[in-house]
């Protein structure tokens, strides 16, 4: 490969800035192009982030331009017909969660990824974030010893106005399996796969406990079972404040997190059993001080929890370039992507 990425950005709304803010400080990526069916948003992005040209049709860009990587941030319900296009052209794809509507669509994809010799990555960022590798790696320091529970829950008002609430211009999403959770289920079966990887047991409870036609469903709560490893998933949009928090418990102690104001708990054995809740409650107090002071300025500085999307990227055209494995792996993908079917099947309802 180059030492410099031909890349290409197909749809233009609001995660593109994500990308496309990376995309223009990376010194791995040359945007080639952006392309939005609305003619003058790609015509925006273009001028804001420097890309050489804009589109309107991606089947016309990918033939002009011939990039080597393309983001897919479209609809969900677009990705499939999109990726499926890019990957037929050569091209390696970056594609935003949730990568199919099905685990058979996805691993259609993937299939089509290999007989092309082209990378398919699914948008799994929040795997990325500071919190989450800080406990990965208490985790491969035995600190936390053996994972025994994982808790991944999202707490969401997606009912009380915004994109997902309009019933005059629903949102595409409502019409995925999961309804509006879809939107965020990648990130709830990602985080869980990846401290419990492997599953046999699942059990789903899906609710709308708002009523109405619009939306699917509004709460999810799961149970999954891996050997003796326990995991909850939970998303509520009635309960408050907002949240996306992770517990990680181990046979030694246990992590904690929320990923919407970033800091990290992490309750362990120290030095004497009498001494030991007084030293957890005084370290972990100075490190929630200094989260506090550090949430303030990422809000003064605008900055959004997508940190680890930029980490994520960074990778990916790092190892694209050296030749090295992809930072998220089919197995990261195909294990996502089954637990998401397991929560959906009719067989592990409750």
């Not at 677009?78 to 935003?96: G, M, P, R, Y």
Request: net charge negative.
């Amino acid at each position: 490969m180059p030492t410099k990425i031909k890349t290409a950005v197909i749809g233009t709304g609001a995660i593109s800035k994500e990308h496309l803010s990376f995309l223009t400080k990376s010194e791995r990526t040359h945007l080639v192009s952006v392309c939005d069916l609305s003619k003058a948003s790609a015509s925006y992005a273009q001028k804001r982030f420097g890309a050489d040209l804009a589109y309107t049709d991606y089947r016309q860009m990918l033939s002009d331009v011939k990039p080597d990587f393309v983001h897919i941030l479209t609809p969900p319900h677009t990705h499939k017909q999109i990726a499926s296009d890019c990957l037929k052209a050569d091209v390696h794809v970056f594609c935003e969660k949730p990568i199919a509507p099905t685990y058979d669509e996805f691993k259609e994809l993937y299939t089509l990824a290999q007989s092309h010799n082209r990378w398919l990555i699914e948008n799994q960022n929040y795997c990325f974030n500071g919190p989450i590798l800080a406990i990965e790696k208490l985790i491969a320091d035995n600190i936390l010893g053996e994972v025994q529970e994982v808790e991944v829950r999202i707490a969401l008002d997606v009912r009380d106005g915004g994109v997902f609430a309009d019933e005059n211009l629903p949102n595409p999403i409502h019409k995925l399996p999961a309804g509006v959770i879809h939107d965020f289920i990648t990130h709830l079966c990602s985080l869980t796969v990846r401290f419990i990887p492997d599953f046999d047991r699942v059990s789903a409870a899906w609710s709308n406990h708002g009523g109405g036609d619009l939306f699917r469903y509004d709460d999810l709560d799961a149970i999954v079972i891996g050997g003796s490893a326990h995991a909850r998933i939970r998303f509520s949009c009635h309960t408050s404040p907002n949240c996306f928090a992770v517990i990680v418990r181990g046979s030694k102690g246990y992590a904690e997190t929320d990923l919407f104001q970033p800091y990290l708990r992490c309750v362990i054995p120290r030095a004497g059993e009498l001494l030991s809740p007084l030293v957890n409650h005084f370290v972990n107090g100075c490190d929630l001080i200094g989260a506090t002071f550090t949430n303030f300025r990422r809000k003064i500085m605008q900055k959004t929890p997508y940190e680890g999307l930029h980490l994520l990227l960074d990778k990916t055209y790092e190892a694209l370039i050296d030749g090295k494995a992809p930072p998220i792996s089919f197995e990261d993908m195909e294990r996502t992507n089954r637990l998401v079917n397991a929560l959906l099947s009719e067989a592990n309802r409750i």
